[in-house]
């Protein structure tokens, strides 16, 4: 009897769990919706979300794992630290759609070629992970975000029926290459993204790799087959243009940083030609040159060591951002600075020169805007390492 009664519970329970999703009519589509990039940094890689629909519910759903509590505690130092949860949420169609058309962003949606049974599944797994518990995953930039997840949760359903093929991709791109994509209106930021991530991003990254990026999951599904009675057929059946826009496609004028650090360089070679011809030293313009390099290598050793960003290790931008420089540079702003100090911007001098060969052979790409800075420090360099710093 007690058996029974277990058993007879148990049962209960699981049809229980199976009534919290209801059944998909036979109306229902599942899509991949993309979207365009947008005015901000955080919106320039675009965005891409899953669409689920069903008239005759009278419910039109999106599920989109790019959202955040932004009043999270700690959210901000989270963020730093590589430790920010990312969460699904889920949205009315409408809403979401008139809010990126509010935007001018492009929308385009992709209608997945699924039989019922997997549109069922689908729709279960994606309302599984929205129950609050489950709701929340810890956001990698390249490996679990908005666009990952979008290639994930339908791989997981159909598994090998499944298949991206990668005749779309006609060329080798790092993951670097792939972030300068985006980021050609905002030159600062990409400036500031390549100082820091490190050299594990300059490999090149394998097809799956590409879809971190919400345009590589769309070209993606374009160009995937599903499996149906032996024979492999497009899983997308229709793509429909939701909102046309190019406006954040087109690249905008403005002050870049090779044209502020070509400047800075100018100056320095003054100030340089100047000191070797009075027989002087701008001491200032040491220390300042010291004090902001080893700022910037500070934030890069932090980003390093002190994070869980899998994308700013092995970060060879300490040559030039040298962190000690931070402590040197109030030695160097002494009128007879100590003697040991000229060994040291010997030494500063010759890891430029390792960091030429290094990005020769493309073991990091660096910055092409670095160029400036490596010729600005190599002449204020040399001048220190021939002249002393008295």
Known sequence: MKRFVLFFSLLLFVFSAKAQFPALSGQAEISIITIGPGANLYDS??????????????FDRVYNYGTFDSFED???VKFAQGKLNYKLSIQDFKRFLGNYQAQNRWVTEQVLSLNHAEKQQIFEFIENNAIPENAYYLYDFFYDNCATKLRDVVSNVLGDKLKFNNDHLT???TFRDLIQENTFNFPWWDFGIDIAL?????????????MFLPDYIMKAYANATITRDGEEVPVVKSTNMLFESDYYET???TISPWMIFSFLMIIVVVFTYKDTANNTRARYLDFTILFVTGLVGVMVALLWFATDHTATVKNLNLLWAFAPNLIVAFYVAKRRAPGWTRVYVRLLFIMLIGMTFIWVFQLQVFSIALLPIMLLLAVRYAFLWVKGLA
């Open 45 to 58: 890689f675009g965005h891409g979300a899953i669409r689920i629909q069903d008239p005759y519910l009278s």
């Open 74 to 76: 700690g959210f901000y």
């Open 171 to 173: 060329e080798e791109k």
């Open 198 to 210: 490190g050299s594990v991003i300059d490999v090149n990254a394998t097809p799956e790799e590409h």
């Open 251 to 253: 690249p905008q004028e």
